[in-house]
């Protein structure tokens, strides 16, 4: 198995294979034609079943007839001043094989008229913090109306790619290379969570520089710069000068949500300094950004961070554990719970491992363990029978079924194999 971007990935192309970080000796897998039985252990299978496969087809058949059912006439999902919860759910259908459907062609459309001047898709609005959101609904759209194969949308996505490029903060201070929602703010800020949407959209859609005019400049990231960000929300000392990271085994590896602030809580050591605890939906886009950044597998950060979600694997709520124990209590765990699953899903299949084993613990395939997860948080409609996620903790828009319900869907297409 290969793990490489669709577009272009010049990085990470190397074979998925069992060995390193912990994983058990005695764990099954393919290399060189030679086919190594995969062991079972207490808490499941180490491979995806057939019955499994097949229970997971259905829930996206419920899941993509409910998002069907549910796009208003004019082509929009939710809340219409936020185009990226109707590229959301596009994205989903276009990969769920709904390219050519007419939710998909009313979606496209719709997109399109959100189109400003400066290239970016988004909805103008000056009030409120974050301004109107246009970095990260650019990013997501413009993914979304890529993913559709059409050739009429490059030259929407090439200027969509110029607004994310003119947006990336490069101040020189300790946001220097991030992504913020708002460039028109003026604030000096940005956060892995918006960064990682940039960092993923600017990747995705690089086969359109190819497309551009003889002459044309090609347009990117500045990515030296957005690798400095990243380090700079790394919770490990070896890598992260700020005062916060910490060599805590129970914290080390992870990361906070920006260079100043974690959301997960602090502590103070034995020597009485202040360390950021790490977020583990922030710790997956610290991954998917290490890996979108072209940091190499076997990089000491990225083996770092890998080993934090080995060390901390839970899909019981979006706050650490150690050792299968939660360590503390600052937030609701369900909180951002589906984002956790999005991202966790594109961050370990881009690393390419499917089975981790953490110390005092079974080994886990992680794309067994999500899937059945998902499975068990689907509600169904009972008439006419479609199917949806939504997260009883409404903080950051996850009380939206149907931006809950986009990312399930994508998060359990990854972790079938898209």
């Known amino acids: 198995m290969k793990a490489f971007r669709e577009d272009g990935f010049r990085g990470w192309r190397w074979a998925a294979v069992a060995v390193g970080f912990g994983l058990l000796a005695g764990a099954g897998f393919a290399r060189g034609g030679e086919t190594i039985e995969l062991v079972r252990h207490g808490d499941g299978a ?38 990226a919860l109707t590229a959301l759910p596009l994205w989903a259908l276009v990969d769920g094989g709904e390219r050519e459907s007419a939710a998909a062609r009313r979606a496209v459309a719709w997109l399109r008229g959100r189109v400003q001047d400066d290239g970016g898709i988004y909805v103008p609005r000056e009030e409120g913090r974050g301004g109107g959101l246009a970095n990260y609904n650019t990013a997501i ?70 497309l551009r005019p003889t002459g044309e400049d090609r347009v990117d990231l500045d990515w030296e710069a957005a690798v400095q960000f990243i380090q700079r929300s790394h919770n490990h000392p070896d890598f992260n000068p700020q005062p916060w990271a910490t060599d805590d085994p129970r914290e080390r590896g992870g990361f906070a949500y920006h260079p100043e602030q974690t959301r997960a809580g602090t502590f103070e050591d034995d020597e009485g300094v202040v360390r950021f605890r790490s977020m583990p939906g922030m710790t997956y886009a610290g991954l998917l950004s290490y890996i979108y950044a072209d940091v190499d597998r076997g990089d000491p950060r990225v083996r770092a961070t890998i080993d934090w979600v080995t060390r901390n694997w839970s899909l019981d709520g979006n706050n650490p554990v150690s050792g299968g124990e939660q360590h503390h209590d600052t937030q609701d765990d369900r909180e951002g719970l589906f984002y956790l699953y999005n991202v966790m899903s594109k961050g370990l299949a ?37 199917g949806f996620w939504v997260n009883a903790v409404g903080r950051y828009w996850e009380a939206d079924p149907v931006l809950v319900t986009a990312y399930a869907l994508i998060a359990l297409q990854i972790a079938l194999g898209g």
């Open 141 to 210: 759209g413009m993914v979304a109306l890529h993913r559709t194969g059409d050739p009429a949308l490059t030259p929407v996505v090439q200027r969509a790619r110029e607004f994310v490029a003119r947006s990336q903060h490069l101040g020189g201070d300790l946001y220097h290379g991030g992504m913020g929602y708002d460039a028109a703010t003026g604030r000096a800020y940005a956060d892995l969570s918006n960064s990682v949407v940039a960092f993923e959209a600017m990747r995705l859609t690089e086969s359109v520089e190819d």
């Open 46 to 83: 180490l491979e995806i079943s057939e019955s499994l496969r097949n229970e997971a087809e259905a829930a996206l058949r419920r899941a993509t007839d409910w998002l069907k059912a549910r796009q208003r006439s004019e082509g929009h999902w939710s809340n219409p001043e936020h185009p």
């Open 350 to 386: 881009a690393y390419g491992q499917d089975v981790f084993n953490p110390p005092g613990r079974p080994p886990f395939n992680w794309r067994v363990q999500l899937i059945e997860r998902l499975l068990a948080l689907q509600r169904i409609d009972a008439d006419p029978g479609h």
